[in-house]
């Protein structure tokens, strides 16, 4: 089942962009510095014509526990109140395996939670806190108890909207086959520069070698000399 951390008594506070971008930069945190470990993360991207907009969302994938994490920032406990009543929160749908809302710390209460969404509090010097949710877990709960928690809370998410905000942002990166024949060219221009490098290397060390040959003959010639 879900377990949650203590709340402690509210801190300070953070504008709605400061805690998007502190969002973002929770979201490709390892799992070691207490995020998630998100591979690409970004912030108010739009997911289709009229569609959610979250605040920020990460998407992971490693091969295991893969998928999408989203975190929804607020700033009013109105604010709060009033996101249920989003479109896309009735229907059960939604974007992201795993959900959290973002505060100023102390603005919401684990207990005021929907079902399903974790919480991360942030002080006014920008450390997150989660206080409900797997990442209670990230920095000390052990693999099985991480595993097990991150199962507990993963939910469905509305892969339509996920893949047509990953589209989009990627057609705004560039064409992604000329990026692809980029990567290979500067790939093989970095493995030729490996080689000719390695090569001045042999070539430096022979002519050491030699010089010191050099010397060395040049000593006993003088020594010998009357």
Avoid at 74 to 94: C, E, N
Avoid at 147 to 171: F, G, H, I
Avoid at 175 to 196: G, T, V
Wanted: net charge positive; charged share 25%.
């Amino acid at each position: 089942g879900f377990r949650m951390a203590e709340a402690k008594a509210p801190g300070g506070t953070m504008s709605h962009a400061e805690l998007s971008k502190v969002a973002v930069r929770w979201l490709k945190r390892n799992r070691g510095a207490g995020g998630p470990g998100c591979h690409i993360a970004m912030s108010e991207t739009k997911s289709g014509w009229g569609g959610e907009i979250p605040d920020a969302i990460g998407f992971r994938a490693t091969g295991w526990e893969d998928g999408s994490i989203v975190v929804e920032v607020k700033t009013s406990h109105s604010d709060f109140l009033a996101d249920r009543k989003k479109p896309h929160r009735q229907d059960g749908k939604g974007m992201g395996n795993w959900r959290y809302f973002m505060c100023p710390e102390g603005l919401i209460k684990p207990d005021e939670l929907p079902a399903g969404w974790g919480l991360l509090w942030v002080n006014s010097r920008g450390h997150v806190k989660p206080m409900a949710g797997p990442a209670v877990y990230y920095r000390e709960g052990g693999y099985s108890l991480v595993e097990e928690q991150t199962a507990a809370w993963r939910l469905p998410s509305d892969l339509e909207r996920e893949q047509w905000l990953l589209v989009k942002l990627l057609n705004r990166v560039g064409d992604p086959e000329q990026l692809n024949a980029n990567l290979k060219l500067a790939y093989s221009e970095k493995n030729r520069m490996a080689i000719r490098v390695n090569e001045q290397n042999e070539e430096l060390q022979r002519l050491r070698t030699e010089n010191y040959n050099l010397k060395n003959r040049l000593k006993t010639a003088t020594e010998v000399t009357p």
